[in-house]
């Protein structure tokens, strides 16, 4: 069988939707080798990731034949049919126009429509369009994956679409995330960054939708020992979260670390005391998934699908509650017999999330679609 894939990001994204893509697929290539992985995208970024990722041996790079110019929207659709792709997969939100008239299977991955749920955080241009293209593609593919059972509660409700098209496989995050590091590379990264003895981990955007300011208000009612050091690309938001630290006078309890190597993520994961989410709301929430395995104690914010994610022996409170969120930190940092119970159960649940269960389930997907 030959599968084709959107590739964009897969092909140029380091973060996100990048490394959703090139996991799936690499994953997909290592469980059913029998099968062929086309890769479908304009151009290509130069990047250690990206690279090793091509360079396995069923996954096969394709760029334009005639030229980038709406490639990706109808004249991909020849490069398809030469190529001979049975089906072609969709990783974020479309797919091509009038591929439903081919003898081409389709499948769309919708991880969120919080575009029309938070309507607030995108431009108006910017919604419209991800609205346009996602709707099209829900409407025209032969099936759906959403990433949440929120995810296709929003399809349902916000498309009209119907249930049956819809099938739930979550996410896992990358294996490097599945295996303690040893203690010397852990030394190596607390000294590389400078990472307290004793912290709590915010991993995300710093964006408004996240919502850091709350951990930030809740860390003034923490014990002073622990600090919150915080992994993530800064928007116009940071300067509201910058106000509030000053206005808490926090500044000597906050780090900031930006652009960290892919590499030494985990190892900041599995040194974290409590790691918090406080998200108004989220797709899934791969952090959650990195933090399970990581045997990191979770709380994190109801609303959305962090209830999924984080499974029944995470904490969770509301988006709003600055309070909530201390005591439910507070409840974990004195409670060494609760942090060893949610380290456990929480390793124990997110196996549901694990690598070969998902992609067993994505390729019955495909090949329930072609029979």
């Known amino acids: 069988m030959k599968i084709g894939y959107d590739g964009k990001r897969a092909a140029n994204n380091l973060t996100g939707l990048g490394n959703y893509s090139r996991s799936l697929i690499e994953h997909l290539a290592h469980q059913f080798p029998q ?9 290509v970024k130069s990047a250690k990731q990206i690279d090793a990722f091509l360079a396995n041996e069923n996954i096969e790079l394709k760029l334009p034949k005639n030229g980038p110019f709406l490639w990706r929207s109808l004249n991909i659709l020849k490069d398809l049919n030469q190529d001979g792709c049975q089906i072609y997969h969709g990783l974020s939100h479309e ?10 299977k389709s499948i769309v991955t919708i991880h969120d429509l919080i575009f029309l749920r938070f309507p607030q955080y995108y431009k108006f241009i910017d919604r419209k369009l991800y609205e346009w293209k996602s709707k099209s593609a829900c409407k025209r593919a032969n099936k759906i994956i959403a990433i949440s059972e929120k995810t296709k509660e929003d399809i349902i409700d916000l498309y009209g679409i119907s249930s049956e098209k819809i099938e739930v496989i979550y996410q896992s995050c990358d294996d490097s995330f599945k295996t303690p590091f040893a203690a ?6 607390k000294a590389t960054y400078k990472l307290p003895e004793k912290y709590i981990l915010n991993v995300g955007t710093i964006e408004e939708r996240k ?6 208000q809740a860390l003034k009612e923490v014990n002073e020992e622990y600090k919150l050091v915080v992994i993530g690309k800064q928007t116009a938001y940071f300067k509201t979260v910058e106000k509030e630290i000053e206005k808490l006078g926090l500044k000597n309890r906050i780090l900031f670390l930006k652009n960290i190597p892919f590499a030494d993520l985990p190892g900041i994961y599995q040194m ?15 952090p959650i998934i990195e933090a399970l395995y990581s045997a990191v104690p979770i709380v994190a914010a109801t609303g959305s699908c962090l209830e999924e994610a984080g499974g029944p ?5 509301s988006p709003d509650d600055a309070s909530g969120l201390a005591k439910a930190i507070n409840q974990i940092l004195e409670r060494p017999q609760l942090q060893k119970e949610m380290k456990e159960k929480g390793l124990e649940f997110v196996q549901k999330f694990n690598s070969p269960v998902v992609t067993q389930q994505l390729m019955d997907c495909y090949l329930d679609i072609l029979t």
């Open 35 to 43: 099968h062929q992985y086309l890769v479908y995208t304009p151009k």
């Open 95 to 104: 797919i091509p126009l009038a591929i439903q008239h081919t003898r081409i």
């Open 184 to 189: 010397a590379t852990l030394s190596r990264i």
């Open 211 to 216: 919502n850091l300011k709350l951990a930030v």
């Open 272 to 286: 974290a005391n409590v790691f918090v989410y406080p998200s108004f709301y989220e797709g899934f929430g791969i």
């Open 313 to 317: 022996d995470s904490l969770y409170i």
